[in-house]
């Protein structure tokens, strides 16, 4: 072990399947993906290192690329403790890299976007049900498309946060907000620099309803802050954490 002098701080890049997790967060008596870690951590570096997270996913929610930082006074390499790491998760979790970075280096802080999916299916499955959210109705993709428009920019999103949503603010800057289609799913992608508490799942509730045929106007929708005003919050099994930039 290292002298306290020469302690080094490390970056994860982690994916997971989040079915079986109560979210990111540790939570006394349920299984997270952060307590899970940390007990990883405990055993391959002997002390309790306090992980930062650069976006806390809800119960639910998978990641393909979540980043998270720590502090150890390790001496072992970042090949090693990936492999090692690897070797005492479950299969629903993996530590796809560690890298040494600077010391001043905040998962959460130095993030300047997250890109999220929400992933719809358009055709009946009984394979991935649990990871994409069934649409069989025949969707307006063009109106689709002119109401995410709406959401690019900065703009307060009170109207898409959660009732127990405590940000400092509800300003955010979305910088992409569009459909992709690879059929038989539509996936709806958003990147912005921060995002609220539910965001994705109110604003993919409201832009479904709106593909569905609701004359809704999303600008007008926006400008209302008020949750009363979107559509439903859809259910988080098809949310994924695609990527974070630095």
């Given amino acids: 072990m290292n002298s306290a002098a020469d302690a080094v701080r490390l970056r994860l890049d982690i994916s997971y399947d989040g079915t079986d997790f109560s979210g990111w967060a540790v939570q006394p008596g349920r299984r997270t993906v952060a307590g899970v870690l940390t007990d990883a951590l405990r ?3 002997r002390q309790d290192p306090r992980l930062v997270v650069a976006g806390r996913t809800d119960a639910g929610v998978h990641a393909a690329a979540q980043v998270a930082s720590f502090a150890s006074e390790t001496r072992l390499s970042p090949v090693v403790l990936r492999r090692a790491f690897n070797a005492r998760l479950p299969v629903d979790i993996r530590v796809r890299s560690v890298e040494e ?3 001043g280096f905040n998962a959460r802080f130095d993030a300047k976007s997250r890109t999220y999916h929400y992933i719809f299916i358009t055709r009946a499955t009984a394979l991935w049900r649990n ?3 069934l649409v069989t109705a025949t969707l307006d993709l063009p109106a689709m498309r002119r109401a995410l ?3 690019r920019g900065e703009h307060d999103f009170t109207t898409f946060a959660a009732s127990g949503d405590d940000s400092r603010t509800k300003r955010c800057v979305v910088s ?4 992709l289609e690879t059929p038989p799913l539509l996936a709806l992608e958003i990147t912005a620099d921060r995002f609220l508490h539910h965001m994705v799942r109110s604003i ?4 479904l309803e709106i593909g ?3 004359p809704w106007n999303m600008a007008e929708i926006v400008a209302a802050r008020d949750p009363a005003a979107a559509g439903p919050t859809l259910p988080p099994h098809a949310l994924y954490l695609m990527h974070v930039r630095y």
């Fill in 131 to 133: 990871y994409y959210y």
């Fill in 149 to 151: 428009a709406e959401l």
């Fill in 43 to 45: 055993t391959l570096v």
């Fill in 204 to 207: 993919a509730g409201t832009a």
């Fill in 212 to 214: 569905r045929g609701k």
């Fill in 101 to 103: 970075v600077p010391g």
């Fill in 176 to 179: 992409k907000a569009e459909l």
